[in-house]
């Protein structure tokens, strides 16, 4: 396996890990590659420096709650925005989606958690319902 840090036309920086460098010819060469941004398909490869840290000096981790990409960035505020504007309803949401689409609770934005055949079940009754790209705060480590 080998990771490279890619670039797409628009200026993205991101990185992939491929099998090899054939793998990732061949991807690029068949227009499979995509930047996780915005979705540019004329992506490169980035100049590398090889990974090696000196043995002596002690490099202090990263934290871990600041967003180390433009993605992260994008996904935090997506979080803070959902959190703020809408009810946690937890495990109960299909129960409680159900009940706002049939008049039966006060209409409001909510957010919680519903299993996979929850989820394809109440997007086949017509119900505007989409999954989240993170996990309900309480289950974050």
Same mark, same amino acid.
């Given at each position: 396996?080998?990771?490279?840090?890619?670039?797409?036309?628009?200026?993205?920086?991101?990185?992939?890990?491929?099998?090899?460098?054939? *793998?990732? &010819?061949?991807?690029?060469?068949?227009? +499979?590659?995509?930047? !996780?941004?915005?979705? $540019?398909?004329?992506? #490169?490869? %980035?100049?590398? *420096?090889? &990974?090696?840290?000196?043995?002596?000096? +002690?490099?202090?981790? !990263?934290?871990?709650? $600041?967003?180390?990409? #433009?993605? %992260?960035?994008?996904?935090? &505020?997506?979080?803070?925005?959902?959190?703020?504007?809408?009810?946690?309803?937890?495990?109960?949401?299909?129960? #409680?989606?159900?009940?706002?689409?049939?008049?039966?609770?006060?209409?409001?934005?909510?957010?919680?958690?519903?299993?996979?055949?929850?989820?394809?079940?109440?997007?086949?009754?017509?119900?505007?319902?989409?999954?989240?790209?993170?996990?309900?705060?309480?289950?974050?480590?």
């Amino acid at each position: 396996m080998i990771r490279y840090s890619l670039k797409c036309a628009a200026g993205h920086g991101f990185e992939s890990w491929f099998q090899g460098a054939e *793998a990732f &010819a061949s991807l690029q060469g068949a227009g +499979q590659l995509a930047c !996780p941004v915005c979705g $540019d398909t004329k992506v #490169e490869k %980035e100049l590398m *420096a090889p &990974a090696v840290r000196p043995a002596r000096k +002690q490099e202090t981790a !990263p934290s871990l709650r $600041d967003p180390a990409s #433009e993605v %992260e960035a994008a996904i935090a &505020a997506l979080r803070k925005q959902i959190e703020e504007n809408s009810e946690y309803v937890g495990v109960n949401f299909a129960a #409680e989606a159900r009940r706002i689409h049939a008049g039966e609770a006060p209409e409001r934005s909510i957010h919680g958690e519903a299993r996979l055949d929850d989820a394809k079940a109440m997007i086949e009754e017509g119900l505007p319902v989409a999954p989240l790209p993170f996990l309900p705060q309480r289950k974050v480590n």
